[in-house]
């Protein structure tokens, strides 16, 4: 924060308005990847595999990102010659909110827990404990919002 105010006081270029200007002139790139991600979805995948699979069908590359400690941390897309993290294109294509979201699709119950190991591109990978501690606010909201959506314990 001190660096950009500084940054901010000399009138130098700053990383945040570079980036916020990226991500708005990529915006139609951008829905053109959700769009995508959007339809792949519809179709309920069964696996990780099968997203990326789905997904470069439609020409988009879905890169998984693997530390060195072999644990899975997000993923990037590559789309015509951009390349960004998933999350760039929107909330909805972050690792904490996709991982549920497929993972489910393997079964008709709502995920309980978080997966402590996930499969992708024929690799075992461990989540990053920050992707696990997204993923279990994630179940945590998704639970919270079916108990206000149904009435349960609310003495209704």
Known sequence: MAADNVAKELGLTRVREVQKEKLHELKGLRQEIKNINDRVLQNR????????????????????????????????????????????????????????????????????????????????????SNLSTKIAKELVKGAIKIIRDTGIGMGY
């Open 45 to 128: 995948p069964k696996s990780m595999d099968e997203y990326i699979s789905k997904m470069k069908a439609h020409k988009v590359e879905v890169i998984p990102t693997i530390n060195k400690a072999n644990q899975l941390q997000g993923f990037r897309v590559a789309y015509k010659g951009v390349n960004l993290k998933a999350s760039e294109v929107d909330r909805s294509m972050s690792g904490n909110r996709l991982i549920p979201q497929i993972s489910q699709n393997r079964s008709f119950t709502r995920l309980k827990e978080v997966p402590k190991t996930f499969q992708v591109l024929d690799k075992t990978v461990q989540l990053s």
